[in-house]
């Protein structure tokens, strides 16, 4: 197995620094038969009229690769272990959270040089090496992977996973403590990373792109989520309100003494970012049934009721073509809500009413939104569904024949 290890890097005066080159990265070659470097799979790989989209899901025992137009499944690749999935963002490749670190699932799509190719999926064996592999964030051109059990900040150039032959070339930093955290990227090089320990989290810090120490803001407790909307803003989750950072940090304070967002969704043009919401921290189960809206130009955070007896958990939340907060709901329904109004705008019947689980790892529906469709998963029926979210269409449905748990989408 190819592995990235994540070794100490360099220090500038006493923070993290950058700079260590892990793997080698080669140019493309494709030929008349597609293939490109990668996966062996990519040597039968067929020129396609326009990007393929495919979504990958995990399930008890492996991961599906699916035909996100038909939703037939093209791909079943055994792997153990209780699996999580995110797209790398070079519209080919997933990340596969592995008791190794963050393995390599080729999804067999690609477009390079304006030219757009499909074939088989593959599980490499490349891996990028972690100790409790946890976060992946995707942002600009750059792809940033935070492992939990050390620390460890690593980020490589997302294109260069396309073409390289094996492992990208990375940058790496280490945090001060070993926690669950997340690491962001700006298009500057600046590096915001979460500060904590065992024992907790407590804020976010600023690098510059030589590792220096810019910045930091320790007043975002339980720090969680992540996302960075138009104009390079980032935005964290606390558990009493909201962290912003452009260029400096402001702290929105939830209008609830425990409110807290532990994930943030984001668009490229939208200054605002959706959020799950608890208000509750005494609260059984993974429930909710109001979101967060944070408007960073007017450092604004609301919070929004769904509709009575509707809640969501956290795979339940996406962004939708309008820049729209999308929910699925415990009533089995799509709910769009206007960003700015906060509104409900359409609800649209999708699956059979579904309660939380009892622990987060359980099965139970999740949602991605990719080109303006819906793909909601249905694990009591071991289905997925795709829906048009402009008129609520389902148009497929998919038969997996196994229970889906979490889903990605490259975008071919």
């Not at 958990?313 to 820049?323: E, K, S, V, Y």
């Not at 769009?336 to 109004?341: A, C, H, V």
């Not at 987060?360 to 949602?367: E, T």
């Not at 694990?379 to 008129?391: E, Q």
């Amino acid at each position: 197995m190819n592995t990235a290890r994540l070794t100490s890097p360099w220090r500038l005066a006493t923070v993290g620094a950058v700079g260590l080159l892990v793997a080698g990265c080669s140019s493309p070659a494709d030929d008349a038969s597609g293939s490109a470097p990668g996966s062996s799979a990519a040597a039968s790989a067929e020129s396609v009229a326009a990007p393929q989209p495919r979504i990958t899901l995990t399930y008890d025992g492996g991961l599906l690769v699916l035909d996100a137009d038909t939703l037939e499944v093209v791909g079943d690749h055994a792997l153990d272990g209780f699996l999580r999935v995110n797209a790398a963002g070079d519209g080919r490749h997933s990340l596969v959270t592995t008791e190794e670190g963050f393995q390599v699932l080729d999804a067999g799509v690609w477009t390079d040089g304006g030219q757009s190719w499909a074939g088989p999926s593959a599980l490499t064996d490349d891996v990028f090496a972690a100790d409790t592999a946890g976060h992946v964030v995707v942002h600009g051109d750059r792809t940033v992977l935070f492992a939990d059990g050390t620390g460890d900040i690593t980020s490589f150039t997302t294109a260069d996973l396309l073409t390289a032959d094996g492992l990208p070339e990375t940058r790496e930093w280490t945090s001060e403590a070993a926690h669950h955290g997340v690491a962001i990227e700006l298009e500057d090089g600046t590096l915001l990373s979460t500060l904590g320990d065992e024992e907790g989290r407590t804020g976010v810090r600023v690098l510059d792109a030589d590792g220096q120490e810019t910045a930091r803001n320790e007043q975002c407790p339980g720090v969680h989520g992540e996302g960075t909307v138009a104009g390079d803003v980032a935005v964290f989750g606390c558990e009493d309100g909201i962290l912003i950072y452009d260029g400096e940090f402001t702290k929105l304070t939830a209008p609830d003494t425990y409110g807290r967002t532990g994930n943030i969704f984001t668009t490229e043009d939208s200054p605002v970012a959706v959020g799950d919401y608890n208000d509750d921290p005494d609260a059984e189960g993974y429930e909710l049934t109001r979101v967060a809206l944070v408007d960073t130009t007017t450092d604004q955070l609301t919070v929004v009721p769904l509709p009575d007896g509707v809640a969501y958990t956290f795979r339940d939340l996406a962004r939708g073509p309008q820049d729209e907060a999308v929910v699925l709901g415990t009533d089995g329904a799509l709910h769009l809500i206007d960003e700015q109004t906060g509104q409900l705008t359409a609800s649209y019947p999708v699956i059979d009413a579904w309660e939380g689980p009892a622990e987060w790892q359980d099965p139970h529906p999740a949602l991605k939104v990719h080109d303006g469709i819906a793909y909601v998963t249905d694990p009591a029926a071991d289905a997925v569904h795709a829906v048009d979210l402009a008129t609520g269409e389902v148009l497929a449905t998919g038969d997996l024949g196994v229970t889906p748990v979490e889903i990605a989408v490259v975008t071919g």
